[in-house]
Antibody, heavy 115, light 112 residues
Framework: QLQLQESGPGLVKPSETLSLTCTVS??????????WGWIRQPPGKGLEWIGS???????YYNPSLKSRVTISVDTSKNQFSLKLSSVTAADTAVYYC???????WGQGTLVTVSS | DIVMTQTPLSSPVTLGQPASISCRSS???????????LSWLQQRPGQPPRLLIY???NRFSGVPDRFSGSGAGTDFTLKISRVEAEDVGVYYC?????????FGGGTKVEIK
């Protein structure tokens, strides 16, 4: 059973880069059985898919965020990460990492964009 | 982008009674590989979402059999045969047939 845990700063200043890490346990991040992704949820609102990365290294991003998003994998640490640049208040949300699409979810981490 | 539209927005249900949620996509969700990547998720208050149903009608591991999914093409339904107190929360449909993956706006299930 995969388990995922997000980590990173809970407060980011406007125009800076949001950086989050997802640590995976119970499975290898290099396995072809899984792919990894990020999804976010603004307070009191619905879910928004941010992007995914596959074991081949291929990445797919939401076009609404594509110019600002990077998802990458660190196989040595069994982690994958999210970077979102030039953040504004509209990026304030709970950020979830997910495994194998939406089969497995982390608990989520609230990131607030504020000066 | 494929737009996912859920109805109703809210569903007050009596304990032990059935509930039904509809999800409609703006275009067919049949993938070129023949599969339809339509899933249903449950989000209990204060919790992360949890996968209930994948590829229209397949229950994920550990999901009670009172949850069932059906549909085809652009119209899909999630049914709860007998609502229990633990089923309170928001339910989302999601399509993963085409990038970007997109979610419905959510349906809140609450007890009358």
């Amino acid at each position: 059973q995969l388990q995922l845990q997000e980590s990173g700063p809970g407060l980011v200043k406007p125009s800076e880069t949001l950086s989050l890490t997802c640590t995976v346990s119970g499975g290898s991040i290099s396995s072809s059985s899984y792919y990894w992704g990020w999804i976010r949820q603004p307070p009191g609102k619905g879910l928004e898919w941010i992007g995914s990365i596959y074991y081949s290294g291929s990445t797919y991003y939401n076009p609404s965020l594509k110019s600002r998003v990077t998802i990458s994998v660190d196989t040595s640490k069994n982690q994958f990460s999210l970077k979102l640049s030039s953040v504004t208040a509209a990026d304030t949300a709970v950020y979830y990492c997910s495994g194998s699409g939406i089969d497995y979810w982390g608990q989520g981490t609230l990131v607030t964009v504020s000066s | 982008d494929i737009v996912m539209t859920q109805t109703p927005l809210s569903s007050p249900v009596t304990l032990g009674q059935p509930a039904s949620i509809s999800c409609r996509s703006s275009q067919s969700l049949v993938h070129s590989d023949g599969n339809t990547y339509l899933s249903w998720l449950q989000q209990r208050p204060g919790q992360p979402p949890r996968l209930l149903i994948y590829k229209i009608s397949n229950r994920f591991s550990g999901v009670p059999d009172r949850f069932s999914g059906s549909g085809a093409g652009t119209d899909f339904t999630l049914k709860i045969s007998r609502v229990e107190a633990e089923d309170v929360g928001v339910y989302y449909c999601m399509q993963a047939t085409q990038f970007p993956h997109t979610f419905g706006g959510g349906t809140k299930v609450e007890i009358k």
